[in-house]
């Protein structure tokens, strides 16, 4: 009996990795909006609290998740997407597509996770804007208002 075989599809293209991102802001007494940016755990670049997606996980419930492991904050998320970037990491081919949702802070916990493992800032919009570490994320945050 002979064996066939079959054609394997080698893509020189990276893949594209879909992951959850929480734009996490709140409300300062004098009425100014903040945003949270937490720093990489590789480079210190400034970005959104993200993550993959688990089998069955909505965007919106992934992004709430995320934003708690890696910054401890809890609240309440939109599941409305405000917008998605691309980036990618220095160590992997692959680029990643980040779906973002908003998240209106409720608390800010001291015990999560990552406690410690990266840095966690409160930003004005303009700040954010500026110091973002990707292009994509810079570009979307200047898109609100």
Sequence with gaps: MKRGSKAVKISSEPSVIEQAGAL????????????????????GRWGLP???????????????????EEAGIRGTISEAIVGSFLYSKDSSPSRYRVIVHELSVT?????????????????SLEQAREIAGHDGLRTLLSSIV
């Design 24 to 43: 996490c802001f709140r409300i300062t007494a004098d009425g100014t909006k903040e945003m949270l940016l937490v720093g990489s755990r590789r480079n």
């Design 50 to 68: 993200k993550g993959h997606m688990d089998p069955g996980e909505t965007s919106h419930a992934a992004a709430a998740r995320e934003a708690f």
């Design 107 to 123: 608390s800010v916990e001291d015990s999560y996770p990552e406690t410690g493992l990266r840095a966690r800032e409160w930003f």
